[in-house]
């Protein structure tokens, strides 16, 4: 069946360290995302991507970098740089163009906790 | 700026109906969306809506006015599953998606 993968679930990561949390896809979508989701707030987008080897800042880049080298893959590098990493994760992709093209489909989602 | 209401928890008892009600203020429209999410999970697509009216899905509708920044989501004959979160985001002038802080439904026996 066609998904989206997100791993770890769960990390756990010292202060000071860089983390990188995976996403793959097989549902053959140009666009992919990350966001991060804390509670009582909005999901709130880090970084998108419409196609291979391009990408665009969301409204919290800082502290985050990302790589789109395959269109299945949109990995999210966690940074020292960013001050408050603790939350949860989630990878989603779409398809581009049309009324159907902002429909996502998300990944399960990765919880990162900084000790 | 551009902003997204919707109640922080509501609840109501299994075989009942409830309204979700998401108020929204952008900078254009292009859809508004409703989403489920189950606690620690991946939020799953349940409605979109474009053109003002109601959209019928099994026992969930989403109703729209453009005129009135307004939707909600109805759920009817409600199940124990049906505990969740809804989330209601709207696509604005250059597709970007704008989140409300979403809805955690508690049912009840």
């Given amino acids: 069946d066609g998904g989206i993968t997100q791993s770890p679930k769960y990390l756990f990561r010292k202060e000071g360290q860089n983390v990188t949390l995976s996403c793959e896809q ?10 991060r989701q804390d509670p009582g707030q909005g999901l709130r987008l880090i970084y998108y991507s419409q196609i291979v080897n391009d990408f665009q800042k969301g409204d919290i880049a800082e502290g985050y970098s990302v790589s ?20 949860f994760y989630l990878c989603a ?21 900084v000790l | 700026g551009q902003n997204i209401d919707q109640p922080t928890e509501m609840t109501a008892t299994e075989g009942a109906i409830v309204q979700i009600n998401c108020t929204y203020q952008t900078s254009g429209f292009n859809g508004l969306f409703w989403y489920q999410q189950h606690a620690g999970e991946a939020p799953t697509f349940l409605s979109y809506n474009v053109l003002d009216g109601l959209e019928e899905k099994g026992r969930f509708s989403s109703f729209l006015s453009r005129s009135k920044g307004y939707s909600y989501l109805l759920l009817k004959e409600l199940q124990m599953k049906d505990s969740a979160s809804y989330l209601c985001a709207v696509s604005d002038s250059n597709y970007q998606l704008i989140w409300g802080a979403g809805t955690k439904l508690i049912i009840k026996p």
């Fill in chain 1, 26 to 35: 097989n549902l053959n979508h140009d666009a992919m995302y990350w966001y």
């Fill in chain 1, 93 to 113: 992709s779409s398809g581009t163009g049309g009324t159907g093209a902002n429909v996502l489909t998300f990944g399960a989602g990765s919880r990162l906790t």
């Fill in chain 1, 68 to 87: 789109r080298e395959k269109k299945e893959s949109f990995p999210l590098t966690v940074t020292s740089a960013q001050k408050n990493p603790t939350a």
